[in-house]
């Protein structure tokens, strides 16, 4: 199993898991699930419920990576299976992402 704080705007917003038969888990942080003035992650893991699950990495997630020959590049760097879509979101989505939200694995 592997988890991973997701922020938005260094603000803790949830955690997605990794499950040991392949399941991914979001599930929002109980304080900004609360908080009205915070907004839901993305469009496809609205703040209409507290736990979000699915068979494949969520594609608002899967969106974050890197696609073609710089994923290949990445993987080989990182010596992460090209295939390992959690895997290379924990090693490469913590710090410089497009958008607002962040990820950071928890150890």
Known sequence: ???AEI?????LAGILT???SGEYVFTYDTMYFNDENK???SLTLPKKQLKYTS???FPFFFNMLSEGTNRVVQSKQLKIDENDFFGLLLATARYDTIGAVTVKQIK
């Open 1 to 3: 199993m592997r988890k």
């Open 39 to 41: 907004p839901g992650i």
């Open 7 to 11: 922020y938005r705007n260094g603000i």
């Open 18 to 20: 990794e499950t040991d």
């Open 55 to 57: 068979d494949h990495l």
